[in-house]
């Protein structure tokens, strides 16, 4: 009964770098979310898979952001020529259903910090 | 973008003392959600209304939602240090992708 995996939990990078950040959902969960929490805010809608692909990507701040999930399992939420404004806690959520929402559940987030 | 906001920003007592934190949103709602954050940590689950209920309970808490208002309130009765967190609440917009919106939360702290 593993959880939500995300890695790495810590990534210090540039500015100007790539950066690719991993999520690991439930078993069997068809939906998966993207979020991004910056310091004392709450979660900020990015990116939201059912199956493989993206149903909803209204989110992503720029074209520098992308999210991938080509099995309909694990997805990677992929940053081209960071700025130091894409430092945060990248969260990804994972949900048994399509349809109304239910309840997520999320990892522990991967901290992104951008010098 | 934000639907919710919470109401207040942070709130300190006692332990053994009630905490009330409100969240207002601005759509239609299919359910309105509550998550609690340890710092630094990942969001739990905490609880879950739907749109034609009007209160649950689980445990210590307590949640109401008013539609006509549009808002909510999340009680903790009988708070304890460990409940110490930030707690946020989440909708799920009528027609929306059934993608949740948080608002900024509200950060408890309790003071043994």
């Known amino acids: 009964g593993a959880g939500v995996s995300q890695t790495p939990s810590n990534k210090v990078t540039e500015k100007g770098k790539y950066v690719e950040l991993r999520c690991d959902p439930i078993?069997?969960?068809?939906?998966l979310y993207w979020y991004r929490q910056s310091l004392g805010q709450g979660p900020e809608f990015l990116i939201y898979?059912?199956?493989?692909?993206?149903?909803?990507d209204s989110g992503l701040p720029n074209d520098r952001f992308f999210a991938v999930r080509p099995e309909g399992s694990v997805s990677t939420l992929k940053i081209q020529r960071t700025e130091r404004g894409d430092s945060a806690m990248y969260l990804c959520?994972?949900?048994?259903?399509?349809?109304?929402?239910?309840?997520?559940?999320f990892g522990e987030g991967s901290r992104l910090t951008v010098l | 973008s934000q639907q919710g906001e919470e109401d207040p920003q942070a709130l300190s007592i006692q332990e053994g003392e009630n905490a009330t934190m409100n969240c207002s949103y601005k759509?239609?709602?299919?359910?309105l959600q509550w998550y609690r954050q340890n710092s630094g940590r990942g969001l739990v689950h905490l609880i879950l209304?739907?749109?034609?209920?009007r209160e649950k309970h689980s445990g210590r808490l307590r949640v109401t939602l008013d539609t006509s208002k549009k808002s909510s309130s999340l009680l903790i009765t009988a708070s304890r240090a460990a409940d110490t967190a930030s707690y946020f609440c989440?909708?799920?917009?009528?027609?929306?992708?059934?993608?949740?919106?948080f608002g900024a939360g509200t950060r408890l702290a309790v003071h043994p």
């Open positions: 959520a994972s949900s048994p259903m399509g349809g109304v929402a239910g309840e997520l559940f």
């Open positions: 078993s069997g969960h068809t939906a």
């Open positions: 898979f059912q199956g493989t692909g993206a149903a909803d």
């Open positions: 759509t239609s709602i299919n359910n």
């Open positions: 209304i739907r749109s034609n209920e």
């Open positions: 989440a909708t799920d917009e009528t027609g929306g992708y059934n993608k949740l919106i």
